[in-house]
Protein backbone atom coordinates (compact mmCIF):
# COMPACT_ATOMS: atom_id res chain seq x y z
CA UNK A 1 0.00 0.00 0.00
CA UNK A 2 1.50 3.70 -0.51
CA UNK A 3 2.35 5.33 2.09
CA UNK A 4 4.18 9.10 3.15
CA UNK A 5 6.67 10.29 5.30
CA UNK A 6 7.00 13.55 6.58
CA UNK A 7 10.57 14.86 7.39
CA UNK A 8 10.01 16.77 10.27
CA UNK A 9 7.79 16.97 12.72
CA UNK A 10 8.24 20.68 13.38
CA UNK A 11 9.52 23.27 11.65
CA UNK A 12 10.50 26.59 12.79
CA UNK A 13 10.96 29.70 10.36
CA UNK A 14 11.60 33.37 10.47
CA UNK A 15 8.73 35.89 8.63
CA UNK A 16 10.26 36.27 5.47
CA UNK A 17 12.44 33.51 5.46
CA UNK A 18 11.93 30.12 2.76
CA UNK A 19 9.25 27.54 4.12
CA UNK A 20 10.16 24.08 2.42
CA UNK A 21 8.30 21.68 4.17
CA UNK A 22 9.67 17.66 2.98
CA UNK A 23 7.17 14.29 1.75
CA UNK A 24 8.41 11.38 0.07
CA UNK A 25 5.99 9.04 -0.70
CA UNK A 26 6.24 5.32 -1.84
CA UNK A 27 3.45 3.75 -4.39
CA UNK A 28 3.72 1.11 -6.88
CA UNK A 29 1.69 3.09 -9.18
CA UNK A 30 1.59 6.61 -10.62
CA UNK A 31 0.54 8.70 -7.13
CA UNK A 32 -1.97 11.41 -7.06
CA UNK A 33 -0.07 13.61 -4.16
CA UNK A 34 -1.80 16.47 -1.94
CA UNK A 35 -0.72 18.78 0.27
CA UNK A 36 -3.59 20.09 3.33
CA UNK A 37 -2.86 22.92 6.09
CA UNK A 38 -4.72 22.61 9.14
CA UNK A 39 -5.35 25.73 11.45
CA UNK A 40 -5.83 25.42 15.19
CA UNK A 41 -9.28 24.11 16.22
CA UNK A 42 -10.47 23.39 12.20
CA UNK A 43 -10.52 20.81 9.90
CA UNK A 44 -7.81 20.10 7.14
CA UNK A 45 -8.18 22.31 4.11
CA UNK A 46 -6.40 21.46 0.55
CA UNK A 47 -3.49 23.78 -0.82
CA UNK A 48 -2.65 22.03 -3.85
CA UNK A 49 -3.16 18.77 -5.17
CA UNK A 50 -0.76 16.89 -8.23
CA UNK A 51 -2.72 14.94 -10.70
CA UNK A 52 -1.07 14.56 -13.86
CA UNK A 53 0.74 16.93 -16.31
CA UNK A 54 2.89 19.67 -15.08
CA UNK A 55 4.99 18.70 -12.07
CA UNK A 56 5.38 21.79 -10.45
CA UNK A 57 1.71 22.49 -8.86
CA UNK A 58 0.67 25.89 -7.57
CA UNK A 59 -1.58 26.38 -4.71
CA UNK A 60 -3.13 28.93 -2.41
CA UNK A 61 -1.81 31.33 -0.39
CA UNK A 62 1.76 31.58 -2.41
CA UNK A 63 2.65 27.71 -1.90
CA UNK A 64 3.89 25.39 -4.58
CA UNK A 65 5.44 21.96 -4.53
CA UNK A 66 7.42 20.19 -7.04
CA UNK A 67 6.64 16.73 -8.28
CA UNK A 68 9.95 14.63 -8.62
CA UNK A 69 9.57 10.87 -9.65
CA UNK A 70 13.10 9.98 -9.41
CA UNK A 71 13.21 11.25 -6.03
CA UNK A 72 9.88 10.18 -5.15
CA UNK A 73 9.57 13.46 -3.20
CA UNK A 74 6.74 16.11 -3.36
CA UNK A 75 8.25 18.81 -1.19
CA UNK A 76 5.99 22.09 -0.04
CA UNK A 77 8.25 25.64 -0.81
CA UNK A 78 6.55 29.30 0.00
CA UNK A 79 9.62 31.46 -0.71
CA UNK A 80 8.60 34.16 2.07
CA UNK A 81 6.77 33.11 5.10
CA UNK A 82 4.18 35.10 6.94
CA UNK A 83 2.83 34.37 10.17
CA UNK A 84 -0.23 34.11 8.97
CA UNK A 85 1.14 30.30 7.69
CA UNK A 86 1.99 28.93 11.24
CA UNK A 87 -0.26 25.95 11.23
CA UNK A 88 0.04 21.80 10.29
CA UNK A 89 0.76 20.65 6.92
CA UNK A 90 -0.39 17.22 5.58
CA UNK A 91 1.51 15.63 2.86
CA UNK A 92 -1.42 12.58 1.26
CA UNK A 93 -1.22 10.32 -1.09
CA UNK A 94 -3.46 8.32 -3.35
CA UNK A 95 -3.45 5.53 -5.83
CA UNK A 96 -7.10 4.97 -6.60
CA UNK A 97 -10.05 6.34 -4.78
CA UNK A 98 -11.33 6.31 -1.45
CA UNK A 99 -7.93 5.40 -0.23
CA UNK A 100 -6.05 8.57 0.40
CA UNK A 101 -2.88 7.61 3.28
CA UNK A 102 -1.98 10.40 5.08
CA UNK A 103 1.79 11.74 6.54
CA UNK A 104 1.93 12.52 10.16
CA UNK A 105 1.79 16.14 9.86
CA UNK A 106 4.79 19.01 10.15
CA UNK A 107 4.16 21.73 12.51
CA UNK A 108 4.99 25.54 11.07
CA UNK A 109 5.78 27.73 13.14
CA UNK A 110 6.85 31.05 12.20
CA UNK A 111 9.03 33.90 14.21
CA UNK A 112 8.64 37.60 14.06
CA UNK B 1 -23.25 28.13 3.08
CA UNK B 2 -22.02 26.45 5.79
CA UNK B 3 -20.02 23.98 4.44
CA UNK B 4 -19.57 20.30 6.57
CA UNK B 5 -20.62 20.59 10.10
CA UNK B 6 -19.85 18.58 13.19
CA UNK B 7 -21.78 17.93 16.38
CA UNK B 8 -20.72 18.09 19.19
CA UNK B 9 -17.77 19.90 18.82
CA UNK B 10 -16.38 17.90 22.33
CA UNK B 11 -17.22 15.19 24.39
CA UNK B 12 -16.44 13.15 27.52
CA UNK B 13 -17.21 9.31 27.61
CA UNK B 14 -16.87 6.68 30.34
CA UNK B 15 -15.69 3.43 28.55
CA UNK B 16 -18.28 1.57 27.77
CA UNK B 17 -20.79 4.16 26.60
CA UNK B 18 -22.49 4.59 23.66
CA UNK B 19 -22.57 7.93 21.64
CA UNK B 20 -23.12 8.99 17.74
CA UNK B 21 -21.13 11.68 16.43
CA UNK B 22 -23.19 13.33 13.64
CA UNK B 23 -22.14 15.06 10.14
CA UNK B 24 -24.02 17.13 7.50
CA UNK B 25 -23.00 19.10 4.22
CA UNK B 26 -24.82 21.45 2.66
CA UNK B 27 -22.94 21.58 -0.40
CA UNK B 28 -24.83 19.14 -2.31
CA UNK B 29 -22.24 16.27 -2.42
CA UNK B 30 -22.32 13.02 -3.12
CA UNK B 31 -19.66 10.86 -1.36
CA UNK B 32 -18.47 11.50 2.92
CA UNK B 33 -16.14 9.97 5.36
CA UNK B 34 -15.14 9.93 8.67
CA UNK B 35 -11.72 10.18 9.66
CA UNK B 36 -9.89 9.94 13.05
CA UNK B 37 -6.78 11.67 13.99
CA UNK B 38 -4.40 10.33 16.11
CA UNK B 39 -1.20 12.48 17.70
CA UNK B 40 2.23 11.74 15.78
CA UNK B 41 -0.41 10.32 12.92
CA UNK B 42 -1.74 11.35 9.71
CA UNK B 43 -5.87 11.63 9.14
CA UNK B 44 -6.71 7.71 8.83
CA UNK B 45 -10.78 6.87 7.25
CA UNK B 46 -12.82 4.70 9.29
CA UNK B 47 -15.55 4.65 7.06
CA UNK B 48 -16.82 6.28 3.91
CA UNK B 49 -20.44 6.60 1.80
CA UNK B 50 -19.93 6.87 -2.12
CA UNK B 51 -23.64 8.25 -2.21
CA UNK B 52 -26.99 7.70 -0.29
CA UNK B 53 -27.88 4.36 1.02
CA UNK B 54 -24.47 2.81 0.50
CA UNK B 55 -21.41 2.66 3.18
CA UNK B 56 -18.12 0.57 3.30
CA UNK B 57 -14.90 0.71 5.53
CA UNK B 58 -11.92 2.27 5.88
CA UNK B 59 -8.41 1.36 6.55
CA UNK B 60 -9.96 1.41 10.50
CA UNK B 61 -13.55 0.51 10.88
CA UNK B 62 -13.13 -1.73 14.33
CA UNK B 63 -15.90 -0.76 17.15
CA UNK B 64 -17.62 1.62 14.43
CA UNK B 65 -20.71 1.68 12.62
CA UNK B 66 -21.85 4.49 10.59
CA UNK B 67 -25.18 5.54 9.06
CA UNK B 68 -25.66 7.76 5.93
CA UNK B 69 -29.10 9.49 6.97
CA UNK B 70 -29.91 10.76 3.61
CA UNK B 71 -27.45 12.60 1.35
CA UNK B 72 -27.02 15.61 3.73
CA UNK B 73 -26.41 13.32 6.77
CA UNK B 74 -23.52 10.96 7.89
CA UNK B 75 -23.06 9.91 11.44
CA UNK B 76 -20.80 7.50 13.37
CA UNK B 77 -22.01 5.84 16.24
CA UNK B 78 -19.54 4.28 18.95
CA UNK B 79 -21.33 1.48 20.40
CA UNK B 80 -19.26 0.55 23.30
CA UNK B 81 -16.20 3.01 23.91
CA UNK B 82 -12.88 2.39 24.35
CA UNK B 83 -9.81 4.45 25.80
CA UNK B 84 -8.20 3.68 22.11
CA UNK B 85 -10.67 6.08 20.29
CA UNK B 86 -9.89 8.81 22.18
CA UNK B 87 -9.55 11.03 19.19
CA UNK B 88 -10.48 13.68 17.27
CA UNK B 89 -12.94 12.54 14.78
CA UNK B 90 -13.35 14.74 11.30
CA UNK B 91 -15.98 14.14 8.43
CA UNK B 92 -15.21 15.47 4.99
CA UNK B 93 -17.37 15.44 1.84
CA UNK B 94 -16.78 15.30 -1.66
CA UNK B 95 -18.70 15.92 -5.11
CA UNK B 96 -18.18 12.28 -6.07
CA UNK B 97 -15.48 9.25 -4.95
CA UNK B 98 -12.92 9.91 -7.59
CA UNK B 99 -9.13 10.56 -5.95
CA UNK B 100 -9.09 13.99 -7.57
CA UNK B 101 -12.45 15.55 -6.15
CA UNK B 102 -11.23 17.69 -3.48
CA UNK B 103 -12.08 16.81 0.57
CA UNK B 104 -14.11 19.81 2.21
CA UNK B 105 -13.44 18.72 5.99
CA UNK B 106 -15.44 19.66 9.04
CA UNK B 107 -13.97 21.39 11.96
CA UNK B 108 -13.75 18.12 13.91
CA UNK B 109 -14.90 16.65 17.43
CA UNK B 110 -12.24 15.89 19.83
CA UNK B 111 -13.73 12.79 22.23
CA UNK B 112 -11.88 11.74 25.20
CA UNK B 113 -12.93 8.14 26.18
CA UNK B 114 -11.75 7.85 30.23
Known amino acids: AQSVTQLGSHVSVSEGALVLLRCNYSSSVPPYLFWYVQYPNQGLQLLLKYTTGATLVKGINGFEAEFKKSETSFHLTKPSAHMSDAAEYFC??????????FGAGTRLTVKP | NAGVTQTPKFQVLKTGQSMTLQCAQDMNHNSMYWYRQDPGMGLRLIYYSASEGTTDKGEVPNGYNVSRLNKREFSLRLESAAPSQTSVYFCASTTNMRVTDTQYFGPGTRLTVL
Open chain 1, 92 to 101: AVSERDNDMR
